[in-house]
């Protein structure tokens, strides 16, 4: 491989300027084994490069593809807007009143389905999504089989409809086709995060024997998803144990992150890493992540990671100072956290009894990091009122505490959305 890079290095130190699709070829090349390493400003100059030389020349099907790896590449950085430029520029290249004239229009209009999630845009991302309902295979390259159903899957999350974000996902996975870009988000990944979602965590935790991830593995970029994965498994075990062994995987997945500008998996991260911090008891070192999160996250609006973990944060976002609690990207994630909470089933043929709306919300939120009275709090109810509906849902699932109780909801797949 670097031998190879070398020589493509050559090739662009040597090759005229005018000689657009040698010049595009090497600086393809390089940028995979920028992107691969993890060195992501490199990355974004050789695509860059490349995707300029194929629009000189016409390949305007290539400037698809080229633009879909920068908007990427962007989008980790934490440059959502340009993220969304890139691609936008690269639609309208290969699109006459609304008409393809390119192959991979599909896949760009799904490449912005995802971006738009990221601000939590749901209705504009629902449009892109259409649109490539619309345009089908025919108009997608290779890759767009898997390509769409990934974004799908993403929207359907964001709509709460977990068990159809997974068939989407199964399904993706069944379509993959590499087109030589590094697998950053492996599809089997994806589908261990939907079941961490969905509660099913003896799911989640045979992916993790499968590809034989451990906490105590060197971080590097082209795993950096599938530790975090593996770090969301470990919050949500949430033993001591458990958070134990998260949280300094978390400090080394943030700090080659931040040293790699990540920008956008450090959001992440620094999530993750305010769950585990506050169910170990420690609420300066959570509040402190979420912060590092929000000022990372805030100048480009992205909104969507705060959205997924919601419930598990709500607590935290009241402890703000009033400054930062006032501010509208707080108020917005705040509000749409709650929103976008998964719902709990309310029946299963296996309880003595259907549990009331009420006792699903009360549920629901027993599978957080919040204490009692800020459950109490959320749902605007008296503490003894709280009492009376958890002793009532201990009772119809069979248990005596709170953890079993979000454990026996998880066997019953209650907290899927059916």
């Known amino acids: 491989?670097?031998?190879?890079?070398?020589?493509?290095?050559?090739?662009?130190?040597?090759?005229?300027?005018?000689?657009?699709?040698?010049?595009s070829g090497a600086a393809g090349f390089l940028g995979i084994v920028s992107w691969t390493d993890g060195r992501l400003e490199d990355a974004a100059r050789f695509w860059t490069e490349c995707r300029d030389g194929m629009g000189e020349q016409g390949h305007i099907a290539d400037v698809q593809g080229t633009s879909i790896a920068l908007s990427d590449i962007r989008n980790t950085q934490g440059r959502l807007d340009e993220a969304i430029r890139v691609g936008a520029a690269a639609l309208d290249l290969a699109t006459d009143n609304r008409r393809p004239i390119a192959r991979g229009v599909a896949d760009t209009h799904a490449s912005l389905a995802f971006l738009h999630l990221e601000r939590n845009e749901l209705a504009t991302a629902r449009e892109h999504l259409d649109r490539c309902s619309e345009l089908g295979e025919v108009w997608g390259l290779p890759q767009f089989p898997y390509r769409w159903r990934v974004a799908q899957a993403r929207l359907d999350l964001a709509e709460g409809r977990a068990v159809e974000a997974r068939e989407h996902l199964r399904e993706a996975e069944r379509r993959y086709v590499s087109d030589f870009f590094p697998n950053v988000r492996p599809v089997p990944a994806l589908i261990a995060t939907v079941h961490i979602r969905m509660g099913q965590l003896d799911e989640a935790e045979r992916w993790a024997r499968m590809v034989a991830i451990g906490p105590d593995d060197a971080p590097?970029?082209?795993?950096?998803?599938?530790?975090?994965?593996?770090?969301?498994?470990?919050?949500?075990?949430?033993?001591?144990?458990?958070?134990?062994?998260?949280?300094?995987?978390?400090?080394?997945?943030?700090?080659?992150?931040?040293?790699?500008?990540?920008?956008?998996?450090?959001?992440?991260?620094?999530?993750?890493?305010?769950?585990?911090?506050?169910?170990?008891?420690?609420?300066?070192?959570?509040?402190?992540?979420?912060?590092?999160?929000?000022?990372?996250?805030?100048?480009?609006?992205?909104?969507?990671?705060?959205?997924?973990?919601?419930?598990?944060?709500?607590?935290?976002?009241?402890?703000?100072?009033?400054?930062?609690?006032?501010?509208?990207?707080?108020?917005?994630?705040?509000?749409?956290?709650?929103?976008?909470?998964?719902?709990?089933?309310?029946?299963?043929?296996?309880?003595?009894?259907?549990?009331?709306?009420?006792?699903?919300?009360?549920?629901?939120?027993?599978?957080?990091?919040?204490?009692?009275?800020?459950?109490?709090?959320?749902?605007?109810?008296?503490?003894?009122?709280?009492?009376?509906?958890?002793?009532?849902?201990?009772?119809?699932?069979?248990?005596?505490?709170?953890?079993?109780?979000?454990?026996?909801?998880?066997?019953?797949?209650?907290?899927?959305?059916?």
Do not use: C, Q, W
Request: proline fraction near 4%.
């Open 220 to 418: 590097t970029y082209i795993h950096e998803f599938e530790h975090l994965t593996l770090a969301r498994l470990l919050v949500e075990r949430g033993d001591d144990n458990s958070l134990g062994t998260a949280l300094p995987l978390l400090g080394r997945l943030a700090h080659a992150a931040a040293e790699g500008g990540r920008d956008r998996s450090l959001v992440d991260i620094l999530i993750l890493m305010a769950r585990a911090h506050r169910a170990s008891h420690d609420a300066a070192a959570a509040l402190e992540a979420l912060r590092r999160a929000i000022a990372l996250a805030e100048p480009e609006g992205i909104r969507r990671p705060f959205m997924d973990d919601g419930e598990a944060i709500a607590g935290l976002l009241k402890h703000l100072g009033k400054r930062e609690a006032s501010s509208a990207f707080v108020r917005s994630i705040a509000m749409d956290g709650r929103r976008a909470a998964m719902p709990v089933a309310s029946a299963h043929p296996d309880l003595i009894e259907p549990l009331s709306d009420r006792e699903a919300d009360v549920l629901r939120l027993l599978r957080t990091d919040l204490s009692g009275p800020e459950i109490a709090d959320e749902l605007a109810v008296s503490l003894n009122t709280l009492r009376t509906h958890t002793k009532s849902i201990f009772e119809k699932l069979g248990v005596n505490s709170r953890r079993a109780a979000v454990r026996r909801a998880e066997e019953l797949e209650l907290f899927a959305n059916t």
């Open 1 to 23: 491989m670097e031998a190879a890079a070398g020589h493509a290095r050559r090739v662009l130190a040597l090759a005229p300027d005018e000689d657009h699709l040698t010049r």
